[in-house]
């Protein structure tokens, strides 16, 4: 967790991002190391949880991170933990909380509480269902498909 603060502090200093920082481990390794860099890159899914993962999967390539233990700072947001799902990492070791994000400006907090309340400003609406639904079929049709 030293790391990942270590990672967070040197991000947060240089105007790179938040004050986030993320450890990937397998058998006892580092494996990567990340932060944020949301404003370094101007993109909004460069979170340090969701980094580490794209580093730890290059590197072993493999998408499959399941044999990875993942430390943060925080406790991730809703799309790094969908990240985390998709990488299928069993165990996140976090520091601060989404209450502690919202203190420092973050909107973790306010996105969880979305989820939890399925009230949100934003637009969902279902279009043109059965044109992509047959997507799926195509996909199982592959016979080289790839399971993820």
């Known amino acids: 967790m030293k790391i990942a603060y270590n990672e967070a502090t040197k991000g947060m200093l240089a105007n790179e991002g938040g004050p986030f920082g993320a450890v990937i481990v397998k058998d006892d390794k580092i ?44 406790k991730p947001c809703p ?21 502690d994000a919202a203190y420092g400006g973050f909107d973790d907090k306010r996105f969880y509480e979305m989820l939890e309340s399925q009230n949100s400003d934003l637009v969902f609406k279902q279009i043109d269902h ?14 080289d498909r790839e399971m993820y």
């Open 79 to 99: 799309m790094c933990l969908g990240a985390i799902f998709w990488a299928r990492i069993p165990t996140v070791y976090f520091g601060a909380t989404e209450a």
């Open 31 to 74: 494996i990567s190391k990340a932060h944020n860099e949301v404003l370094k890159s101007n993109d909004p899914t460069a979170h340090a949880e969701v980094s580490a993962i794209r580093k730890a999967s290059k590197l072993l390539n493999t998408f499959d991170l399941s044999g990875c233990i993942l430390y943060t700072t925080c």
């Open 130 to 143: 059965k044109e992509n639904a047959e997507l799926f079929d195509l996909w199982l049709k592959k016979s």
